[in-house]
């Protein structure tokens, strides 16, 4: 197996006095897709704020390609990690191949203007993510689904080595949550990522975390996580697990109580 590119190293976390991740450890192999999974309120978000800094973890207990991340500026941040977060609010309205140049920062000196080789990468993902023409479209004239796909291309344009992502099919219709998925696995790089539907989860993950009340409680490939046993211990509800025919992918298939 490939060198772990993040290790989480005993994370604990509290806000207000509550404790949210308790002892959490885990490890992203480089170059593979690990998604993670688990009911609302179990720790998920909060554990990728450690991770990209908007909490600020304890020291020596988050690293990235072995280096901790509380010692690293945001610039040499921005160039380990790219994010797509849950909210990404922004007081600016801006045209949108400004806003995905924002993610061309970390590979320019302070005040030096963007190269054809900065805009040829941003209007290259902005086709991507199916948004081509919007260049010069306000940002906040978007639809959610839109602005989550321009966040998505000022991401890719950031070619960080890691992209750390919270639930990004999040405001998607089901073409285009599957679009950024098969985007996403093209990378050239580690992907870490919350995911809310299990079988995206079981069709684009390499490895899966399941995650319950703070805890890490099982990692394992997709077949070895999405049990039956597993999703209605964690998720309470009843479900059965076949192979998809066409994808050859496990398949979930859910059970209402009747």
Request: negative net charge.
């Amino acid at each position: 197996m490939n060198h772990s590119f993040l290790t989480v190293r005993g994370l604990d976390y509290s806000i207000d006095g509550t404790e949210i991740l308790q002892d959490v450890s885990l490890e992203v192999p480089e170059g593979t897709f690990v998604g993670l999974i688990g009911p609302n309120g179990c720790g998920k978000s909060t554990l990728l704020k450690n991770i990209y800094k908007t909490y600020r973890p304890q020291k020596d207990t988050v690293y990235i390609d072995g280096k901790d991340v509380v010692s690293l500026s945001a610039k040499e941040m921005a160039r380990q990690a790219a994010v797509v977060a849950q909210e990404n609010q922004t007081e600016f309205d801006l045209e949108v191949l400004d806003m995905v140049m924002y993610g061309r920062y970390a590979h320019r000196r302070f005040l030096e203007k963007e190269t054809e080789e900065d805009l040829a990468i941003c209007r290259r993902f902005l086709e991507e993510v199916g948004l081509k023409g919007y260049e010069n479209r306000s940002f906040f004239s978007l639809s959610g689904g839109e602005k989550q796909r321009v966040l998505m291309a000022r991401t890719l344009a950031q070619e960080s080595r890691l992209i750390l992502l919270d639930e990004p099919t999040n405001h998607l219709d089901i073409r285009f949550q599957y679009l950024l998925m098969e985007i996403l696995k093209k990378q050239d790089a580690t992907i870490f990522s919350s995911v809310h539907d299990l079988n995206i989860a079981a069709m684009y993950c390499d490895r899966i975390l399941l995650m319950d009340r703070g805890r890490i409680i099982k990692a394992g490939t997709p077949e070895e996580i999405l049990t039956e046993e597993n999703i209605l211990q964690i998720f309470g509800i009843h479900a059965q697990i076949t192979k998809n025919p066409i994808t050859q992918k496990i398949q979930v298939y859910y059970i209402p109580k009747g």
